[in-house]
C-alpha cells in the first residue's frame, strides 16, 4: 500500500463537532493541516445517529480546500462505530481516528471495516489511511505494537484527558503528568516509521502556557499538535515551521555533505560547526519541512 | 419510505435547522418558517422536496425552522428526521437514497 498522503504535514490537527454546522462549514479559512470530524465525545449520546448525516453531507459538499479530513469514531465498544466507518468512508473522508486504543487487534478490527466500506463505496484499496489515539496506561505500554499493526496507519495521537485518568492523576498544565507517555510514544513512532501527535490544551485563555506546551512536544520529537480552537494555529505553526536561519544552515549542511563526500571527505565544518554524515537526514528533514510549509525558495 | 412517527432533527442554532417531520394525510404538506424567507424560501423548499423524492417519501407533514442552514444541513436534518421517525440508524444507503 504506497498512499502519498501517510507522510504528509500535519502541524495542527484541529477538532470540530460533527453534529455543528456552524463549525464544520468553513474550517478552512484557518488553515489548520487537519481536521478532525468527531463523531465521539463531542457529540451527545442522543445526537450521535444524526451527526452522521451532517457529516455525510459536509464531507461530500464542502470544499476544504486541501486540508486533510479525518473522522474521529466512536469507540470501539459502542455500537455505533461501524457505521460511522460506512458513512465517513461513503462520504469520502481521508482518514479515521480510532479512539482509545488498546492493542493492535483494535485497529485491525477498524482497518477491516475500511477495508469492507472500501469496497461497498467503491474507493480505491488503501485510500483511507488510519490513526489511533492512545488514551490509556495499556495504550502507552503497547505504543510501539500499536505502531506497526497496520501499513494503513499513518499516526499515534496522545489524548490526555483519558489517559491522566487511567493514571490517577490530571492535567496540571505542567506536563509533568504526561511525559512519560509523551516519551514512549514519540520513541515507537518514530522506531516505526510513523507520525506521533500530541494531546489537546484545553486552557484557551492560557497562550503562553499553550505555547510552551507545543516548544517542549516540538523539541520531543512530535510531528505536531491535536487542537480545539483557530487561535492555536498560528503559535504551533510558527514553532513547527523551520526558521529562516534553520534552512540557511541545513541548506549549507545538505550542499557541503554532497560536495564534501564527493571529494572524499568525512568531517569539516559549517559556519563554525563540525559536521559529518550524521547531520545529513536532519538537515534534509529540515528542508522537506519547509518545503511542506510553504517557505523553502531554494533549489534543493 | 413510510413515515411512522412524530421526530425531530437539528438545533435551532445559526447556521443550523430544525426539521420536524410526521405521518401525513396523503400528501406532503411543508411549512417553512426562516428569516431568510423571501430571498431563499423557494430554494430551501426545492432542496426538501428533493431530499423527499430521494428517500421515495410522498406522505409526510414536515416543517422547517430555518436559522441560516446551507443545502447540505438542510438534506442532513430532513434525512435525520426522517430515519429517526423509522427507527434505523444502521445499514443506511450512503451514495444510495442518501446523496
Known amino acids: 500500500m504506497n498512499n502519498p498522503n501517510k507522510k504528509r504535514l500535519r502541524r495542527t490537527m484541529m477538532f470540530l463537532n460533527a453534529q455543528k454546522p456552524g463549525l464544520i462549514k468553513d474550517p478552512y479559512i484557518y488553515r489548520p493541516d487537519s481536521i478532525m470530524l468527531d463523531l465521539e465525545d463531542a457529540v451527545a449520546e ?27 469514531i466512536n469507540a470501539l465498544d459502542t455500537p455505533y462505530w461501524r457505521e460511522d466507518i460506512r458513512c465517513a468512508v461513503a462520504g469520502g473522508c481521508d482518514s479515521i481516528r480510532i479512539p482509545k486504543t488498546e492493542c493492535p ?8 471495516a475500511v477495508i469492507e466500506a472500501e469496497k461497498e463505496f467503491n474507493r480505491p484499496e488503501g485510500s483511507v489511511l488510519i490513526m489511533a489515539a492512545i488514551e490509556s496506561a495499556r495504550g502507552v505500554m503497547k505504543a ?13 495521537a496522545l489524548s490526555g484527558g483519558d489517559y491522566t485518568k487511567d493514571l490517577q492523576t490530571h492535567i496540571t498544565g505542567t506536563g509533568i503528568e504526561l ?18 501527535f500530541d494531546t489537546v490544551y484545553t486552557d484557551l485563555d492560557n497562550m503562553e502556557g499553550f505555547r510552551k506546551d507545543v516548544e517542549t512536544i516540538h523539541l520531543m520529537g512530535f510531528d505536531g499538535k491535536s487542537i480545539i480552537n483557530p487561535r492555536q494555529i498560528n503559535t504551533v505553526h ?27 571527505i568525512g568531517v569539516f565544518t559549517v559556519d563554525g560547526k563540525m559536521i559529518d554524515i550524521a547531520f545529513y537526514d536532519g538537515a534534509k528533514r529540515v528542508i522537506d519541512l519547509a518545503k511542506a510549509s510553504g517557505v523553502y525558495k531554494g533549489d534543493l | 419510505m413510510e413515515i411512522l412517527k412524530p421526530a425531530v432533527a437539528g438545533t435551532l442554532e445559526s ?23 423571501n430571498q ?14 430521494n428517500l421515495d417519501v410522498n406522505n409526510i407533514k414536515i416543517s422547517v425552522v430555518d436559522k441560516g442552514a446551507l443545502d447540505c444541513t438542510i438534506r442532513a436534518r430532513v434525512e435525520g428526521a426522517i430515519y429517526r421517525s423509522v427507527g434505523q440508524m444502521e445499514n443506511l444507503p450512503w451514495g444510495g437514497a442518501i446523496q
Open chain 1, 46 to 72: 442522543n445526537q450521535k445517529d444524526v451527526a452522521r448525516f451532517s457529516l455525510y453531507h459536509a464531507l461530500q459538499t464542502i470544499n476544504y480546500r486541501g486540508i486533510e479530513r479525518v473522522v474521529r
Open chain 1, 105 to 112: 487487534g483494535d485497529v485491525k478490527m477498524v482497518e477491516n
Open chain 1, 144 to 156: 510501539l505494537d500499536i505502531c506497526e499493526s497496520s501499513e494503513r496507519l499513518f499516526g499515534i
Open chain 1, 179 to 196: 511525559m512519560g507517555a509523551r516519551q514512549n510514544m514519540v520513541i515507537a513512532a518514530r522506531a516505526a516509521g510513523v507520525q506521533c
Open chain 1, 238 to 264: 510558527d514553532i513547527f515551521t523551520p526558521s529562516k536561519k534553520e534552512i540557511i544552515f541545513a541548506e549549507k549542511v545538505v550542499k557541503e555533505i554532497d560536495d564534501k563526500k564527493a571529494k572524499g
Open chain 2, 15 to 37: 447556521s443550523d435547522c430544525q426539521v420536524m417531520v410526521e405521518p401525513g394525510d396523503g400528501e406532503i404538506e411543508f411549512e417553512l418558517d426562516s428569516a431568510v424567507l
Open chain 2, 40 to 53: 431563499f424560501g423557494n430554494q430551501i423548499k426545492k432542496v426538501v422536496l428533493e431530499t423527499l423524492k
